[in-house]
């Protein structure tokens, strides 16, 4: 059972570079996130442009598992959904840092990036 409580609200963010874009991109979401043992669930907050979610198992200070997001309906992808994996490192004091990896349908190419979930404070 993993020693920290996760559970809360976050702030997302992830960044890379977008092949079918052909520039930098950065994704922000507010989170919940809600465990049980050492499997934690991430969703966005109702409200965001674009819908979120993670599927983590922790294993110590490690965290790894699976993303998925359901773009924008008005934006750049038109409601388009991605997915891919991820793996972040606890420093233990409220932030987890990592990379990310997906698959880009329109170039056909794998993306990659930082992933960072800060515990949100208040």
Not at 105 to 118: C, Q
Request: with cysteine.
């Amino acid at each position: 059972m993993s020693e920290y409580d996760y559970s809360g609200a976050w702030f997302s963010r992830y960044d890379g570079f977008s092949t079918s874009q052909e520039k930098d991109v950065i994704g922000t979401h507010e989170v919940i996130i809600t465990q049980d043992g050492d499997h934690l669930e991430v969703r966005s907050r109702p409200g965001c442009a674009s819908t979120l979610k993670l599927s983590l198992d922790v294993a110590g200070w490690i965290v790894t598992g699976t993303w998925s997001e359901v773009t924008d309906p008005n934006g750049e992808y038109r409601g388009e959904r991605f997915h891919g994996a991820l793996q972040l490192v606890m420093d233990g004091g409220g932030v987890l840092t990592g990379r990310w990896v997906g698959f880009d349908p329109f170039s056909r190419r794998f993306n990659t990036g930082d992933w960072v979930l800060a515990r949100m404070r208040g």
